[in-house]
Protein backbone atom coordinates (compact mmCIF):
# COMPACT_ATOMS: atom_id res chain seq x y z
CA UNK A 1 0.00 0.00 0.00
CA UNK A 2 1.39 3.46 -0.66
CA UNK A 3 2.10 5.88 1.88
CA UNK A 4 0.75 9.56 1.62
CA UNK A 5 3.92 11.06 0.45
CA UNK A 6 4.16 9.08 -2.84
CA UNK A 7 1.04 10.30 -3.52
CA UNK A 8 0.80 13.23 -6.02
CA UNK A 9 -1.38 15.73 -5.16
CA UNK A 10 -3.61 18.07 -7.66
CA UNK A 11 -2.31 21.03 -9.49
CA UNK A 12 -3.51 24.42 -9.04
CA UNK A 13 -5.31 24.26 -12.15
CA UNK A 14 -6.82 21.41 -11.35
CA UNK A 15 -7.80 21.97 -8.30
CA UNK A 16 -9.56 25.45 -8.83
CA UNK A 17 -11.33 23.57 -12.04
CA UNK A 18 -12.75 20.86 -9.26
CA UNK A 19 -13.43 23.77 -7.04
CA UNK A 20 -16.11 25.38 -10.00
CA UNK A 21 -17.22 22.70 -11.21
CA UNK A 22 -18.20 21.53 -8.10
CA UNK A 23 -20.47 24.24 -7.72
CA UNK A 24 -23.14 23.03 -11.01
CA UNK A 25 -25.60 21.23 -10.26
CA UNK A 26 -25.04 17.43 -11.15
CA UNK A 27 -28.29 17.08 -13.34
CA UNK A 28 -27.22 20.45 -15.19
CA UNK A 29 -25.11 18.26 -17.53
CA UNK A 30 -28.20 15.43 -17.62
CA UNK A 31 -30.70 17.91 -19.28
CA UNK A 32 -28.02 19.67 -21.44
CA UNK A 33 -27.11 15.87 -22.66
CA UNK A 34 -30.68 15.39 -23.25
CA UNK A 35 -31.38 19.10 -24.71
CA UNK A 36 -28.30 18.73 -27.36
CA UNK A 37 -30.44 15.34 -28.33
CA UNK A 38 -33.71 17.48 -28.65
CA UNK A 39 -31.87 19.98 -30.82
CA UNK A 40 -30.17 17.52 -32.78
CA UNK A 41 -33.28 15.62 -33.80
CA UNK A 42 -35.25 18.96 -34.60
CA UNK A 43 -32.65 20.20 -37.15
CA UNK A 44 -32.73 16.76 -38.66
CA UNK A 45 -36.08 16.58 -38.73
CA UNK A 46 -35.56 20.44 -40.70
CA UNK A 47 -33.30 18.77 -42.88
CA UNK A 48 -29.72 20.37 -41.42
CA UNK A 49 -28.20 16.62 -40.91
CA UNK A 50 -24.75 17.98 -40.67
CA UNK A 51 -25.68 20.54 -38.23
CA UNK A 52 -27.65 17.82 -36.18
CA UNK A 53 -24.82 15.46 -36.12
CA UNK A 54 -22.73 17.75 -34.78
CA UNK A 55 -25.63 18.98 -32.33
CA UNK A 56 -25.66 15.19 -31.41
CA UNK A 57 -21.89 14.59 -30.82
CA UNK A 58 -22.12 16.90 -27.94
CA UNK A 59 -24.60 14.72 -25.59
CA UNK A 60 -21.83 12.20 -24.51
CA UNK A 61 -19.35 14.98 -23.63
CA UNK A 62 -22.00 16.60 -21.14
CA UNK A 63 -22.56 13.05 -19.88
CA UNK A 64 -18.98 12.65 -19.32
CA UNK A 65 -18.89 16.55 -17.91
CA UNK A 66 -21.75 15.43 -15.41
CA UNK A 67 -19.32 11.93 -14.04
CA UNK A 68 -16.54 14.17 -13.63
CA UNK A 69 -18.64 16.12 -11.48
CA UNK A 70 -20.36 14.20 -9.45
CA UNK A 71 -16.50 12.17 -9.05
CA UNK A 72 -15.60 16.21 -8.04
CA UNK A 73 -18.62 16.04 -5.73
CA UNK A 74 -18.47 12.60 -3.88
CA UNK A 75 -14.36 12.34 -3.83
CA UNK A 76 -13.06 16.21 -3.61
CA UNK A 77 -9.85 17.19 -4.12
CA UNK A 78 -6.92 14.42 -3.67
CA UNK A 79 -6.11 13.48 0.00
CA UNK A 80 -3.11 15.16 0.23
CA UNK A 81 -4.93 17.99 -0.22
CA UNK A 82 -7.24 17.29 2.57
CA UNK A 83 -4.71 16.58 5.16
CA UNK A 84 -6.23 12.52 5.97
Given amino acids: MENQQDL ?23 WAALGSMAVS ?11 ALFV ?10 GIY ?3 VKLEGHDQTDKGE
Fill in 56 to 65: GQWAAPFLLL
Fill in 8 to 30: KSEGKVATAIEEQTAKFPSDLFL
Fill in 41 to 51: LTLKIMGKKHT
Fill in 69 to 71: NKL
